[in-house]
């Protein structure tokens, strides 16, 4: 029996994911492996039994992907599986930053009397907005959901900029050639909007700050469902108040930027649709069982990713840093191997499980 812990609400879809041998539940204290959503696991204490952590959504910044690996802890997450929800909220957010929708609603609502709509037609220039037609979106990011908004974007009619100098090869395939790649700069320069669609990494941290505001264009209106982290908020409060940014979407709230004039704030609701949580769900808890039972790694953040069709009777998988790759081959021979920054992973398919005399660098190994 697997016991699967749940750290956070995740889509009853999963039930459908998981047989008999195993048990999903609320609270366990040794798990096999965990689903997660938003759940901080930097304290979270690894049990001796856990092999795997899936995370239901695109970002893992709540999960200390490093030291998982250390442990020999595989961490996957599921790209692409709620970016259209992430995209339409995209969508969603430059309206209502073009067009004051909020302030009129939350106006209109405040009249009454039988002349509300005569009212209503004398104030309402206080609510004009501007078009997002003819306008030009810059995107900094083009995976999965940079790419449905670089698509989206052009079909209503603006022109797209983008840059990721880590693009991968599906996205370089799927991006629309209208998508006019550029450097950051050039998209500082010449965007009415900039939507940003990077994780939050050490490097990316305040990436849009002091510097990056002194270069964008009056008027830019900046988008963030990605993640709070990756703007500087006493920069952008600036920018606002000096009439360089007219509008601040955010998803991620935090108490500065609050009640904030020109900033909407969103209570994290990128991928809160029906059909983005189950994708996720089905996707996070497909990957849990592929590892647990065949040990392939399908979208790992934090060991390479490495399939196999069984070819022996016994499945030896052997999670191991990656420097110490010749000291592994020396005993498998030439096998399934994968290297991803420090870490190594390897597959054997034999009659017995594979032994090894010395340590040689190896974080975990499994016999399935
Ligand atoms: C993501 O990283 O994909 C989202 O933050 C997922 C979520 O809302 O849980």
Redesign the pocket.
Known sequence: MYNILKLNKISPVIAGQFDEKYSCVDVCDNPDGILV??AKMDEYRVGEKLVAIAR????VNNIPCDKMAEKGVVVFNTPGA?ANA?KELVLCAMLLASRDIIGGNKWVNSLSGDDVAKQAEKGKANFAGTEIFGKTIGIVGLGAIGVLVAKSCLALGLKVLGYDPYMSEKSKAALPKEVVISSLDEIYAGSDFITLHVPLLDSTKNMIGKDAFSKMKKGVIVLNMARGGLVDVNAIKEAIAAGVVRKYVVDFPEESVLNTENVIVIP?L???TEEAEDN?AVMASRQLVEYIENGNIVNSVNYPNLSKERTGKVRTCILFDADAIDKINAVIGDKAVAVRGNYGYAIVDKDAAVTFEHNCGIRKIRVL
Do not use: E, L
């Open positions: 959503r938003s239901a959504g695109a970002g709620n992430v994290h990128g991928a809160s996720c």
